[in-house]
């Protein structure tokens, strides 16, 4: 089955600086990488994703790239802000695991005032 | 538009006690997964339908764990006899069947004493 691991596990960054966070996936028939945060006490909510087609997308501060030779995707927030603090969590899935998702470890972030 | 809906938010009961769980999912989504978070095992599938039928029940942990979806807008996910060792947060996310993505519902936080 599917295997994501995520890096770094922690995270701490000064406000108005880039935050990066990496995974790497096992199958290569995985197809759709969707990115959670999660705050504290609350539900996982998806931020971003990508699907195999494309290499790279962007939303506002936050962007996914994707690398489907090495199997590895990112996730770059620029310009970070206190309220970016919390969990994020990358996740794998393809169709011929029933498009069921398998999540990486997660990564705390904490932005620094 | 509602999201996915849990109850209860939290349980507080005493081991050996049977524990249900419900979910109602996003209308007109025919995916619904059931997840297990914990600090020590992080985010784990537990179980997913696609209309209704269960699919993949391989991440149930033993037979005192069991899922039902009697129909397309309710699903539930009951352990008996309880044990401490289930204390987590319980999820239920669900999607429209082949596309992502999931969307979570707001958990149950479950104590077993």
């Known amino acids: 089955g599917e295997n994501v691991e995520q890096h770094p596990s922690t995270l701490s960054v000064q406000e108005g600086d880039s935050a990066v966070i990496k995974c790497t996936y096992s199958?290569?028939?995985?197809?759709?990488f969707p990115w959670y945060k999660q705050e504290l006490g609350k539900r996982p909510q998806l931020i971003i994703d990508?699907?195999?087609?494309?290499g790279e997308k962007k939303d506002q501060r936050i962007a996914v790239t994707l690398n489907k030779t090495a199997k590895h995707f990112s996730l770059h927030i620029t310009e970070t802000q206190p309220e970016d603090s919390a969990v994020y969590f990358c996740?794998?899935?393809?169709?011929?695991?029933?498009?069921?998702?398998?999540f990486g470890g997660g990564t705390r972030v904490l932005v620094k005032p | 538009d509602a999201g996915v809906i849990q109850s209860p938010r939290h349980e507080v009961t005493e081991m050996g006690q049977e524990v249900t769980l419900r979910c109602k999912p996003i209308?007109?989504?025919?995916?619904l997964f059931w997840y297990r978070q914990t600090m020590m095992r992080g985010l784990e599938l537990l179980i997913y339908?696609?209309?209704?039928?269960?699919?993949?029940d391989s991440g149930m942990p033993e037979d005192r764990f069991s899922a039902k979806m009697p129909n397309a807008s309710f699903s539930t996910l009951k352990i008996q006899p309880s044990e401490p060792r289930d204390s987590a947060v319980y999820f239920c996310a669900s999607c429209f069947r082949g596309k992502q993505p999931q969307h979570f519902g707001d958990g149950t936080r479950l104590s077993i004493l």
């Open positions: 996740a794998a899935s393809g169709e011929a695991a029933g498009n069921k998702l398998t």
């Open positions: 199958d290569s028939a995985s197809n759709y």
């Open positions: 990508i699907r195999s087609n494309v």
């Open positions: 339908f696609n209309n209704n039928v269960p699919i993949d």
């Open positions: 209308s007109g989504h025919n995916s």
